[in-house]
């Protein structure tokens, strides 16, 4: 069946370091990977969007990377303030099939 | 952007109650919306896709009698837990958005059930 897989541990670093997150994925071929993030007791909120075709992707502080041939992206925060702790969620998406999330990572960022 | 907006935001009641949650999409027109429940430190499990002037369809295992969903508008759709029970207290949450593009969610509803 198809899976998605995070860091179930959460991640903690320094203030101004950047921070890298993981999403694998198997037995799926998705037609695109999003972001989201997530506050305790709220919805999530959606941050990037990257399509099958696309290596990388950035917007301000944010990259994300996709290797389909490795079933893998990466999601980097550069410059990490405490502001950024918070969790986050991958989501794979293919028409047709629904929109798939994974389970989050928690991130915090210490002053 | 889209906003989502979700009420009620936090329901605690007795069990046997029914219980209705309203996803309003504010500022576009929402053919389709969606209606997860999230637990605690887990992902989000897709219930089911509400859909404009027709049946809502539902995953796997998600009773529909048990779960209705009304999506009688293009901005509002609803969720009502009939007969709710302890074992359906969970963070509910719905969003809108088309096959490839973003989901616009909602801050999503905590049900407690007493």
Redesign the interface.
Known sequence: SQK?EQN?EALNIQEGKTATLTCNYTNYSP??L?W?RQDP??????LL?I?ENEKEKRKERLKVTFDTTLKQSLFHITASQPADSATY?C?L?S??F???????TRLFVKA | GAVVSQHPSRVICKSGTSVKIECRSLDFQATTMFWYRQFPKQSLMLMATSNEGSKATYEQGVEKDKFLINHASLTLSTLTVTSAHPEDSSFYICSAGVWDQPQHFGDGTRLSIL
């Not at chain 1, 007791?41 to 959606?46: C, E, L, N, S, T």
């Not at chain 1, 629904?98 to 989050?104: D, L, R, S, V």
């Open positions: 998605i179930s037609a695109y999003q989201y007791g709220r919805g999530p909120v959606f969007l399509r969620l989501a998406g028409r047709g629904k929109t798939i999330f994974g389970a989050g």
